[in-house]
């Protein structure tokens, strides 16, 4: 029987691979989150911890979307083309100073 949702939010990569990872050790995975869990664990590029404060510094200081800073750490651009190519630049007021700005705050955090 499905779980009942209680709430939603957008999470980022690392953060699935911890939420599935954790529920690996309490049971068993079903098909999709296994495979879920695989391309979390493939293409998460920092620690839990660092991507959800990385979320919120650029929710905060770049007034940024929850869902496009979602998108942004979970790709980790590392030049300001990578980061256009994620972030709609004419819908926002963020220069290409700022932008390099949220590209070296994500170089800074990569693992």
Do not use: C, W
Not at 23 to 41: D, M, N, P, V, W
Not at 76 to 92: F, G, H, N
């Amino acid at each position: 029987m499905p779980k009942e949702i209680i709430s939603e939010e957008e999470i980022t990569l690392p953060q699935v691979k911890k939420v599935l990872t954790q529920r690996g050790k309490e049971g068993e995975l079903s098909f999709q989150q296994s495979i879920t869990l695989e391309h979390a664990t493939v293409f998460s590029k920092m620690a839990p911890a660092v991507s959800t404060k990385l979320v919120e510094k650029l929710i905060s200081s770049y007034d940024i979307s929850r869902s496009q800073a979602v998108q942004i750490v979970n790709i980790a651009p590392t030049t300001i083309e990578e980061l256009k190519s994620v972030y709609d630049t004419k819908m926002t007021n963020l220069t290409d100073e700022k932008l390099l700005e949220i590209v070296d705050l994500i170089i800074k955090n990569r693992s």
